[in-house]
Each structure stands twice: as C-alpha cells, then as structure tokens.
C-alpha cells in the first residue's frame, strides 16, 4: 500500500477529527501530499495540499480557517486536523500524493483508498 488514510469517524457539529495519512518512502520523498473529498452524488472536492518540505499550504475555500494540513516528515505522514465540522464536511476524504502542487485531483498520481467522516447536526 503506497497511500494509507485513517482517523475518520462520527463526530458531532463543532467537534474535531484528525486524519493522517501514511505513505511509503518512495512517495513520500519527493511529494506534495494533499487531502480531497467526496460527498455522495458529489465530484471529487480540493481540501487542502501541503508541500514537500511543508513550507507552503493550501486550502479549499470550503475549509480555510477550520482545517488545518501538516506533515511529520520523519514519520513520513501526513495529516488534516478539521475543527469545527460541519454536517457539509460529511464526505469520504482522501489523501492524494504526487510531484503537483495545486487543487487538481487528476493532475496527483498516488491516492489512498478512503475514510469516511460523518458529521451530525
């Protein structure tokens, strides 16, 4: 498995989750590492990328000022810490790596499978 994601769950309005996501070491290396979304009946959503090195992020408009992406380079993972859900944020959420930097889901050549995260009102 080169991309694994978990930490998904049920969380009520106005709690947190956090999600990581494990790479191999081939991947993680040399790749910007970002996070999307899918709502049922939904096209695939930009949630938020971070650089290689972590120096420069990037977030869907949906989610500034609530989640936040960092990695742990030397665990070679990456995370999205979300306050404040949403019933909105309700979707699969996916972590994606690849060598571009920006908000095009085909344009990232490593995804992982998937978590599901469930947001009551």
């Known amino acids: 498995v080169q991309l694994q994601a978990s930490g998904g769950g049920l969380v009520q309005a106005g709690g947190s989750l956090r999600l990581s996501c494990a790479a191999s070491s081939r991947i993680y290396s040399s790749a910007v590492m970002a996070w999307f979304r899918q709502a049922p009946g939904k096209e695939r959503e930009f949630v938020a990328a971070?650089?290689?090195?972590?120096?420069?992020?990037n977030y869907g408009d949906s989610v500034k000022g609530r989640f936040t992406v960092s990695r742990d380079v030397a665990k070679k993972l990456a995370y999205l810490q979300m306050n404040n859900l949403k019933p909105e944020d309700t979707a699969v959420y996916y972590c994606?790596?690849?060598?571009?930097?920006?908000?095009?889901?085909?344009?990232?050549?490593?995804w992982g499978q998937g978590t599901q995260v469930t947001v009551s009102s």
């Open positions: 971070i650089s290689r090195l972590g120096g420069n992020t």
């Open positions: 994606a790596a690849g060598t571009y930097y920006g908000s095009e889901p085909d344009k990232y050549a490593y």
